[in-house]
């Protein structure tokens, strides 16, 4: 079995170093009172990507369940929008850009 997996560790690390250099996460606090938002300052190079966003509220009590729908994207911000506008300034998009 001598050599067997051999070179495995830089196929690996190779693959790491091309999911790290393609991905792209950050925390956008939204505004209260608007349904949409616009995370802007990016340096992403391309409008081919793909967007996942979870929206958090740890502080309010009652908050809404809002879901994220991307409408706009560009090689420097991208825009999303809620189907309720929120009711707290403690909102948070997380964000995790994969560049494809």
Same mark, same amino acid.
């Given at each position: 079995? +001598? #050599?067997?997996? =051999? @070179?495995?560790?830089?196929?690996?690390?190779?693959?790491?170093?091309?999911l790290?250099?393609?991905?792209?996460?950050?925390i956008?606090?939204?505004?209260?009172?608007t349904?949409t938002?616009?995370? +802007? #300052?990016?340096? =992403? @190079?391309?409008?081919?990507?793909a967007?996942v966003?979870?929206?958090?509220?740890t502080?309010?009590?009652?908050?809404?369940?809002?879901?994220a729908?991307?409408?706009?994207?560009?090689?420097?911000?991208?825009?999303?929008?809620?189907?309720?506008t929120?009711d707290?300034?403690?909102?948070?998009?997380?964000?995790?850009?994969?560049?494809?």
């Amino acid at each position: 079995m +001598s #050599g067997v997996g =051999l @070179g495995a560790g830089a196929w690996l690390q190779g693959m790491l170093n091309t999911l790290k250099a393609n991905l792209i996460g950050g925390i956008y606090s939204m505004p209260n009172g608007t349904d949409t938002f616009t995370v +802007s #300052g990016l340096s =992403l @190079g391309t409008t081919n990507y793909a967007v996942v966003i979870t929206i958090s509220n740890t502080v309010d009590v009652s908050v809404r369940h809002l879901h994220a729908n991307v409408t706009a994207k560009t090689a420097t911000s991208f825009t999303f929008m809620t189907e309720q506008t929120t009711d707290h300034a403690n909102y948070k998009a997380e964000y995790l850009i994969y560049k494809l």
